[in-house]
């Protein structure tokens, strides 16, 4: 299929424009002079531009999940309402602040206008912008005619991944502060207070103590390697991530984030609270489980969760439930397997799996802030055993000063 923009003469002898896709010119045409009697003029749309605009939005960022909640929300209201979807597109485009996806926008309303899919046209006008799972779901949702349905669950799942981040966000914030300051005020003793002590005992033909000794090494060696110890660092990290980008860096740094102390268990909890979240969302909408594994295991943050996940696409093909697929997987939670199974037999999957996301994600918050309640003290108890060597560090030769005069 080509997508080609016109302009015309409308019945009413008003010039009109707008796009259409068809497998060929004629078609095309035909197409428009099914409402535009007169056409002055038509063309392919070329791809490179499109994909130019998703390049600039990409190197922006993608929509958010407070954007996606929000914007669903305000679907689902208008169409409720019973605007048009074309018309309800257009609405939140003129309301949208950010300049590149009210473009998107206002190009996929023209697209739904002339016919396209609402599905489809995110899916082409939003590439890379969009989620999977936006996509599917409106997709499922148009099929089943139950569209405002599928917003409306939309909304609760973008709200409830906003809230997540915005958690971990805020859980992370003073930790990260206060390494951020104990490094700065490291850098200035290393830099400016020990080198000076060192040369004013040095002037007076004083020895120094061992502790203030090691001190002075320490200072003496980040003063002159401190350049390719940057650079090391550096090329380990572009190392580190060019190698998760692989796909076996990805399976390996998904199973290290698995059995990692205390934050592996973290991990479980938040995979398993996106599968069944995922998962709900789409069944809900009237996607068929095949298609619901498939559309989450693109979805999932971890690897090895999303290769389990997309293993079970061929187990379902074969006749096996969800539930026996969960049980041949080696990191979901057996409670999650159990109350998947009998989701399954009472015939409430979707309402069972939204239940068990909730209870995962407050698992997952109550273990990281348990987590956090653990490490403020250790690194206070850390920094105060670095603070503590300084500080003697420097006094201790103090002590010996009056024996020098």
Known sequence: MQTYSYKAIGPDGKPTRGIVQATDEFQAAEKIRQNNPIITEISVVKEKSNSGLNMEIGRKARVT?????????????????????????????????????????????????QGSSVASSFERDGKGIFPVTFIETIRAGELAGTIENSFSKMKVYYEKNFKTQEKIKQAMTYPIFVIIVAIIVLIVVMAKVIPTLAETFASMGGDLPLMTQIMISISNFFARWWLLMIAVILGIVIVVNVYNKTPKGRITHGRFMLKMPVLGKINVMNGSAQFADTMAVMLGSGLTVNHAIEVTS????????????????????????LGECLMKTKYFPEQLKQMTSIGEETGELDATLETIGEFYNNEADHLTTQALNKLEPTMLVILAIFAGFIVISIYLPMFTMYNLF
């Open 298 to 321: 693109k979805v999932m943050d971890n690897a090895v969760l999303s290769d389990d996940v997309a293993s079970m696409q061929g187990m379902i093909e074969e006749g096996h439930s």
């Open 65 to 113: 999940s407070q954007q996606l909640s929000i914007m669903c929300s305000q679907f689902a209201i208008m169409l409720k309402s019973g605007i048009p979807i074309a018309r309800c597109i257009e609405m939140i485009a003129d309301q949208t602040e950010d300049r590149k996806l009210k473009e998107i926008l206002k190009n996929v309303a023209d697209d739904v206008s």
